[in-house]
């Protein structure tokens, strides 16, 4: 079953989120594994919500390609925020009309 991963990433800015996009070549760099992506700005910062075929898949996404990004191009704006807030959910049913 597929797993989805929701982020949310205070102080993290649309800025933040493009200077890493272009760091990793997003979103022709598509990990194997990820099914899903959307971002978007909330009140307090960022939310990503990913479905990916494993826990496993995303965390070595994040530990190899995008920590690395953010160190290099957000960092300032990590080093200000908490880290941030994971949410994991079995899901049951993906549907898209995009």
Request: hydrophobic share 45%; no cysteine; glycine share 8%.
């Given at each position: 079953?597929?797993?989805g991963i929701i982020?949310?990433?205070?102080?993290?800015?649309?800025?933040?989120?493009?200077?890493?996009?272009?760091?990793?070549?997003w979103p022709e760099?598509?990990?194997?594994?990820?099914?899903?992506?959307?971002?978007?700005?909330?009140?307090?910062?960022?939310r990503i919500v990913?479905?990916?075929?494993?826990?496993?898949?995303?965390?070595?996404?994040?530990?190899?390609?995008?920590?690395?990004?953010?160190?290099?191009?957000?960092?300032?704006?990590?080093?200000?925020?908490?880290?941030?807030?994971?949410?994991?959910?079995?899901?049951?049913?993906?549907?898209?009309?995009?």
């Amino acid at each position: 079953m597929a797993t989805g991963i929701i982020m949310e990433f205070d102080a993290f800015q649309p800025e933040n989120y493009d200077a890493v996009s272009q760091e990793i070549g997003w979103p022709e760099n598509w990990p194997d594994g990820l099914s899903f992506h959307a971002a978007g700005q909330t009140g307090d910062g960022m939310r990503i919500v990913e479905v990916w075929d494993s826990r496993d898949q995303h965390d070595r996404w994040m530990e190899g390609t995008i920590q690395p990004a953010i160190q290099k191009v957000a960092a300032d704006a990590a080093a200000a925020a908490p880290p941030p807030r994971v949410t994991e959910f079995a899901v049951r049913v993906l549907e898209s009309r995009l």
